[in-house]
């Protein structure tokens, strides 16, 4: 069930129509089953896995708090680890280790056939894992208190505007709102369809415009040019942003309207003047998640400059990772630790160099944003490729600078991508001169009304309104 489809409008509004004429408990058991019942539309089955991973946390967690001894304490969180990694792993990881394995042998000289299975992977599963681990850790370090009622716990783990997509919440955010009566206000409500707006405007409009000259470019890699998979990528970068950042902004304003506050997960981040203020813009939950219990835990940059490496390769490695079963999620998280790595040595060696020299800020922002975007841009080629061979002939043919014919495809298809591109690039300046999330928030009314028609046309006209997936639903 997609936010952009008519099928999850009329859910919506018969889950919001309920909602409103009840009162608090209610409306959590309300939720809890709209939850279940929007993630069972995918496949009942992915249910199971869903339930399992509640019920297993929801009684660990207890375990956890009842329990003195810190060894005991410990047992409980390596076994909800355990189980949850090993659900995921399985589901996610099962036949891309078994075929790395079967290469890796033939390498070596060996010849062996692993059994591969066919395994469908449950939508959202790596997003609901990491939100209900994190609160099984926060609970062990005493951050938060385990939730009394199971059907509580269910509903923070599977509430459904960011079930399957993130943001990954925090229990210590959002588990108190469940717990606590929530307050509609007007403010709350004009938020939540501003981002419900603009969320949309990203996914149909943008991405889904720019998917099509993206995805007859990247399914026939051997049939074009440099300088085609030059604007493939460029137009890829703002469809994988507007794809996942849109989804992000619709869960917020579904939140919102129903009196929740979802955590913010982008921050404009193609204005990064470096790859860690990137990752500080950039799917903002996964990024902290990944700092919060993994890098930190492993030792930060607590001990020495070589571990600090260390650790920011092992954590870029299995952010990576986390993308998808793939060598190319692999190699584009280590090129990003690598460049982490760089920036942070740089940073450090040549703190005081612009001070001496007294470079403009301007130009230093300027270009760092630059060359940030450009190595990003280079590296979604892998996230896009859909293999390491056809990653490498892609950037081989931009690099190389022979660029040959652009292929052009639908000339009006690339004037409607452009021009919303354009626009998209205006609006989140001046959010981010105003330093703000809410893009489409005017002090004044006749400019609030006046953009706000100026976008559902936009999306009535020059949308792409065909219902297409979520690029994150995969991972």
């Known amino acids: 069930m997609l936010f952009n489809s008519f099928q999850f409008l009329l859910f919506f509004l018969i889950v919001y129509g309920i909602y409103l004429i009840s009162g608090h408990r209610l409306q959590n058991r309300m939720l809890l089953l709209a939850s279940f019942i929007f993630y069972g539309a995918w496949d009942w089955k992915f249910l199971f896995l869903l339930s399992v991973t509640i019920t297993c946390d929801y009684f660990l967690a207890l375990k956890i708090a009842r329990s003195k001894e810190i060894s005991r304490k410990k047992l409980f969180v390596v076994l909800s680890v355990f189980v949850n990694l090993t659900i995921l792993g399985f589901f996610k990881y099962f036949n891309f280790f078994a075929s790395s394995l079967e290469s890796l042998l033939l390498f070596m000289g060996f010849s062996v056939h692993p059994r591969l299975l066919n395994i469908i992977l449950p939508v959202g599963i790596s997003f609901y894992t990491f939100q209900s681990m994190s609160y099984i850790i926060d609970v062990y370090r005493g951050k938060v208190k385990p939730a009394v009622n199971i059907l509580d716990f269910a509903l923070f783990v599977s509430y459904f505007p ?23 206000t007007t403010e709350k409500f004009y938020l939540g369809m501003r981002l419900i707006l603009w969320g949309l405007f990203k996914k149909i409009v943008v991405a889904d415009r720019l998917a099509l000259y993206v995805d007859a470019v990247y399914g026939n890699v051997y049939n074009h040019s440099g300088i085609t998979f030059a604007l493939a990528t ?10 996942f ?117 301007l130009f230093c922002r300027a270009s760092g944003i630059l060359v940030t975007f450009a190595f990003v841009l280079l590296t979604w080629v892998f996230f896009r490729a859909s293999g390491i061979s056809e990653a490498y002939h892609i950037l081989e043919s931009v690099l190389s600078f022979s660029w040959g014919k652009l292929y052009i495809g639908s000339v009006s298809n690339i004037i409607y991508g452009v021009c919303a591109v354009i626009f998209l690039i205006l609006m989140e300046i001046r959010a981010e001169k105003r330093g703000t999330a809410d893009v489409l928030k005017f002090e004044s009314s006749v400019m609030q009304y006046a953009v706000s028609y100026c976008i559902i046309f936009a999306i009535i006209l020059f949308g792409v309104n065909k219902g297409q997936q979520f690029i994150y639903f995969q991972f």
Request: charge should be positive; aromatic fraction near 16%.
């Open 234 to 243: 460029l137009f890829f970068a703002f469809q994988i942003y507007c794809d």
């Open 245 to 361: 950042a849109g989804y992000s902004d619709i869960a917020r304003g579904l939140g919102s309207l129903m009196g929740f506050d979802i955590m913010v997960n982008f921050r404009n981040p193609y204005f990064a003047n470096n790859i860690r203020d990137f990752w500080q813009r950039w799917h903002i939950s996964l990024s902290t998640w990944l700092r919060d219990y993994l890098y930190i835990p492993l030792g930060g940059n607590r001990k020495g400059r070589l571990n600090t490496v260390k650790n920011i390769l092992i954590t870029m490695f299995l952010g990576g990772l986390w993308h998808g079963a793939n060598w190319t999620f692999v190699i584009w998280g280590l090129l990003h630790g690598l460049f982490i790595v760089i920036t942070k040595l740089a940073q450090e060696s040549f703190s005081g160099f612009r001070a001496q020299l007294k470079i403009n800020k």
């Open 162 to 184: 960011q079930l399957v997509a993130g943001p990954i919440e925090r229990a210590s955010h959002l588990l108190p709102q469940v717990l606590s009566p929530r307050v509609i």
